[in-house]
């Protein structure tokens, strides 16, 4: 499942938001979508995991809690069309 996770610190890491994720099941990948000029984050990423129902425990437990000082905002990725 793919999931969006977004009102992230614009300082998180990749590494650092695949370790919160991996509490709850294997990721396959992990990416923090960064400003093409900037490179900076732009406070969101999607993160691939293999299992459909530990994806949905992480939803369920990670949505609206707290990392690095800010709410995170966790769901399902509705795929583009």
């Known amino acids: 499942m793919n999931i969006y996770v977004g009102n992230l610190s614009y300082r ?3 590494d ?3 370790s919160v ?3 709850y099941g ?5 990416k ?4 093409r000029e900037t490179g900076r984050s732009k406070g969101f990423a999607f993160v691939e995991m293999q299992d459909d129902d530990d994806a949905k425990k992480a939803i369920e437990e990670l949505n609206e809690k ?3 000082g800010r709410q995170m905002v966790v769901k399902e990725a509705i795929p583009k069309k």
């Open 66 to 68: 707290d990392l690095q």
């Open 26 to 30: 294997v990721v396959d990948s992990v």
């Open 16 to 18: 650092e938001l695949k």
């Open 12 to 14: 998180i890491r990749e």
């Open 32 to 35: 923090v979508i960064k400003d």
């Open 21 to 23: 994720m991996e509490q």
